[in-house]
């Protein structure tokens, strides 16, 4: 039943912005951690950003200082804000999160992923 939806994703020019969302639903009792990745052809998976429920934050040295992650507990959602971007932040974004279903359940779980296109 629980499960995460990405939005925001789409075609901009080099320099431009975008903010993607992630919204979780169901039953959810809690949620740890969440965490942006992304992932162009041919490449690895890679971690962009992570958020703890209490707000710490840690980014990768390729997107520091462009982009920022925040969360709205109330709402089970987290942001993605991405400044400044470039072609090589062309990637498929996806959310995760380590989600409390239950007092002793708990599991990672993804969404679907949302495409970001930068063109020069």
């Known amino acids: 039943q629980v499960q995460l939806a990405e939005s925001g994703g789409g075609l901009v020019q080099a320099g431009g912005s975008l903010r993607l969302s992630c919204v979780a639903s169901?039953?959810?009792?809690?949620?740890?951690?969440m965490a942006w990745y992304r992932q162009s052809p041919g490449k690895k998976r890679e971690s962009v950003a992570v958020?703890?429920?209490?707000?710490?934050?840690d980014y990768s040295d390729s997107v520091k200082g462009r982009f920022t992650i925040s969360r709205d507990n109330a709402k089970n959602t987290v942001y993605l804000q991405m400044n400044s971007l470039k072609p090589d932040d062309t990637a498929v974004y996806s959310c995760t999160a380590k989600i409390w279903t239950g007092p002793l359940r708990a599991r990672d779980y993804w969404g679907q992923g949302t495409q970001v296109t930068v063109s020069s």
């Open positions: 169901g039953r959810i009792f809690t949620i740890n951690d």
């Open positions: 958020i703890t429920r209490g707000g710490t934050t």
